[in-house]
């Protein structure tokens, strides 16, 4: 599973019945779906200069540059969520491992530059948004909230971390959390692999950066100003 060249990891999640789900799984966040295995790289390439911004504000742009093409190296069967959400819902293989210090450093970093991504897109684009199916019509607010919050009330808590439900709306309050939900990352790794009953601590990062840039992208996309 170790990479033998510059190219670029990726775990393909395959539904039922409706998607698949291709995973850059080393570059946190870099997922997308597609009807098939081919759609799904398709999409996930064309990110490719999207997720470059986040790289960039990770301070990983020059190793993002150098990454070369994407290779599958995995394939698993999806859960319902794959077909349903199009979601990655399995921790791939490498991510079962626990992370040196270095390697979980560096996902805390891709995290972090996802919430700056998210935070920065949230402060500029339009409150009210162009109307369709994607996202089922939330206006700015509203996705802020539901980001914010699931991360809150659901993800950070697999690694324990309890912030109050409404921390997202002080600026002060959701960057104590994140400061906190990072040491409790680092904890937990440093403990092993698990983060919670069947969750990894690789994938719970990956999840929640994949969450913030997916509605980042999502505001981005219905922008009106």
């Not at 597609?34 to 398709?42: D, F, I, S, V």
């Amino acid at each position: 599973m170790a990479p033998m060249d510059n190219s670029i990891r990726v775990m393909v999640e395959r539904g039922k019945k409706k998607r698949t789900v291709a995973s850059a799984f080393d570059w946190s966040g870099w997922d997308r779906s597609g009807k098939t295995e081919e759609a799904a790289l398709q999409v996930l390439e064309a990110y490719r200069s999207r997720y470059a911004k986040v790289a960039e504000l990770a301070g990983l742009s020059d190793e993002f540059v150098a990454a070369g093409e994407l290779r599958v190296v995995e394939r698993l069967e999806g859960i319902g969520m794959t077909d349903y959400y199009g979601v990655s819902g399995r921790s791939a293989g490498p991510e079962q491992d626990q992370m040196t210090e270095a390697e979980c450093e560096r996902k805390v970093v891709l995290l972090r530059a996802s919430w700056r991504y998210f935070d920065d897109v949230a402060a500029r684009v339009s409150h009210e948004l162009r109307k369709g199916p994607r996202g089922g019509g939330r206006e700015r607010d509203e996705i802020v909230h539901h980001v914010n919050g699931s991360e809150i009330g659901e993800f950070a808590r697999k690694v324990g971390v309890r912030s109050s439900p409404d921390a997202w709306r002080d600026p002060d309050e959701l960057h104590a959390h994140r400061d906190a939900f990072c040491a409790a990352i680092r904890e937990t790794n440093a403990r092993g692999a698990a983060a919670g009953s069947w969750w990894t601590v690789q994938f719970l990062i990956r999840r929640c950066a994949w969450h913030m840039l997916d509605h980042a992208w999502e505001m981005e996309d219905r922008d009106l100003s």
